[in-house]
């Protein structure tokens, strides 16, 4: 079955410590993406990638971090500098990134992982 | 910067009844995308609509159909004959064709009532 993949689904941490979220696909896209959802609350992009070792950051990239050394794989790093980390977070990915000849830009998500912080 | 603005935070149908979500947008691009994205108890975004802004014809995927006024910037959703299954919140979201970031209104949560 081709899909998004999302490890693991809970996560807690301890003030300080730096956690890592995974997001696997199988879809062979190129662009991937990682948002934030709080409660009552749409989702806000924090990092996204067009391409395999090429990231940018979207409006709250500030306490996180990414990488890109895969294409089917783009981990999520909590650090300790991000002060609101509690969160439920949700990995997607599209065939192509923006400007793409093909126009194909639907975002398919991942099934999520919550972050709670203790 | 884009925004999009779901107003309704909450509504409800009775089951087999047909409910309209409403979404407006703002921008300034004439070339973008509009999608209606589920998001059941489970919590995982799922694809419901997608509308290309230069198509006039409204998108329509079996009970789920757009109402698409671009010169009102309008983007609604109708379910049709609604069920349980359909009980989720529902978000409107925005893309422009020249950048990665997809915008999102802050959601609407359907009750569906038997």
């Known amino acids: 079955d081709g899909g998004i993949t999302q490890s693991p689904k809970y996560l807690f941490r301890k003030e300080g410590q730096n956690v890592t979220l995974s997001c696997e696909q199988n879809?062979?896209?190129?662009?991937m993406y990682w948002y934030r959802q709080d409660p009552g609350q749409g989702l806000r992009l924090i990092y996204y990638s067009q391409i395999v070792n090429d990231f940018q950051k979207g409006d709250i990239a500030e306490g996180y971090s990414v990488s890109r050394e895969k294409k089917e794989s783009f981990p999520l790093t909590v650090t300790s500098a991000q002060k609101n980390p509690t969160a439920f977070y949700l990995c997607a990915s599209s065939i192509e990134g923006s400007g793409g000849r093909l126009g194909t830009d639907t975002q398919y998500f991942g099934p999520g992982t919550r972050l709670t912080v203790l | 910067a884009q925004t999009v603005t779901q107003s309704q935070p909450e509504m409800s149908v009775q089951e087999a009844e047909t409910v309209t979500l409403s979404c407006t947008y703002d921008?300034?691009?004439?070339?973008?995308?509009l999608f209606w994205y589920k998001q059941p108890p489970s919590r995982q975004m799922i694809l419901v609509i997608r509308q290309e802004a230069y198509k006039q014809q409204n998108a329509t995927e079996n009970r789920f159909s757009v109402n698409f006024q671009k010169a009102a910037k309008s983007f609604s959703l109708k379910i049709s004959d609604s069920q349980l299954g359909d009980a989720a919140m529902y978000f409107c979201?925005?893309?422009?064709?020249?950048?990665?970031?997809?915008?999102f209104g802050a959601g609407t949560r359907l009750t569906v009532k038997p």
């Open positions: 921008t300034s691009e004439s070339d973008y995308y």
């Open positions: 879809l062979n896209h190129d662009a």
């Open positions: 979201a925005y893309r422009t064709r020249k950048d990665n970031d997809m915008r």
